[in-house]
């Protein structure tokens, strides 16, 4: 693993931000951080964003989204795979809010998304809150942006040739 993104892991709350298009390594690269973090004795957890939003919106519905946030505490990383495709709704974006700010300062992530910051209008129904979450998620980031072809098209594209 990178002395950089040691440094970030290690860094109390540090975050890792993977942006760029399907099919780029986003979460190859999200999955790999996280197997050497669990390699060295780290709590790791690795959950698509939807399925993170829809329990933590469970949670919320019977009043225990504090005791959901909690109980996320005991990994030292937690990874949110394609925030991209979370709906822009008030219940899914609030929630996920909440996540953001329950770890900042307190426990690291790594979040891959398709958006890029400037999109992430379309994901926040409300752009006080985007700006916040963002705010605390790059506050102790590293960012890498993923550029080039995706690597399914090329595969695809050589098993017709």
Known sequence: MSDAICRTF???GGNILLFGAS????T???SS???????QGHKVKFVAASAIVQQLQQA???LRLQDELVKLDKYSLLIVDDVGYV????QETSVLFELIAH???RHSMIITSNKSFEQWDELFEDSTMTVAAIDRLVHHATIIHCEGDSYR?????NKSK
């Not at 099919?23 to 986003?26: D, E, S, T």
């Not at 709906?87 to 008030?90: D, F, G, L, M």
């Open 103 to 105: 770890r900042y300062e």
């Open 10 to 12: 290690t860094k109390h």
């Open 23 to 26: 099919g780029l390594g986003k």
């Open 33 to 39: 951080i996280g197997y050497g973090l669990i390699e």
């Open 153 to 157: 098209r090329k595969t695809a594209l």
């Open 87 to 90: 709906r822009k709704t008030e």
């Open 60 to 62: 919320k519905r019977h």
């Open 28 to 30: 190859h690269i999200a």
